[in-house]
């Protein structure tokens, strides 16, 4: 079983900028695919963005693109997302998850797909 821990979530001004990250431990990490989701109150849990085992393909919720990049380092078992231009939209709890690699391009977003998570990080953007 994999354990996740995020941190770097917080309160951040519009247009602003954080990174999260994700810690995993008790599973090889590179035999998994990452993604970080979000959850907004009285919302349903939302794909942000996957990255596949080595990093070579991503996966973009569609009101992310461009603005939030999903990248991982194997060496140290974390997983990140860099977030700019933050809107207020962005406010919710982001979430990590962890999926066994089906391939060098899985990078799925249903939230199926993963069977551990992570606590959750508050991201709030103030207006």
């Known amino acids: 079983q994999v354990q996740l821990v995020e941190s770097g979530g917080g309160l951040v001004q519009s247009g602003g900028s954080l990174r999260l990250s994700c810690a995993a431990s008790?599973?090889?990490?590179?035999?998994?695919?990452m993604a970080w989701f979000r959850q907004a109150p009285g919302k349903e849990r939302e794909s942000v963005a996957a990255?596949?085992?080595?990093?070579?393909?991503?996966n973009y919720g569609d009101t992310v693109k461009v603005r939030f990049t999903i990248t991982r380092d194997n060496a140290k078992n974390t997983v990140y997302l860099r977030m700019n231009s933050l809107k207020p939209e962005d406010t919710a709890v982001y979430y990590c998850a962890a999926s066994i690699a089906y391939g060098s391009e899985y990078a799925p977003s249903n939230l199926n797909a993963f069977d551990a998570w992570g606590q959750g990080t508050q991201v709030t953007v103030a207006s």
């Open positions: 008790g599973r090889t990490f590179s035999r998994l695919a």
């Open positions: 990255v596949s085992w080595n990093g070579g393909s991503t």
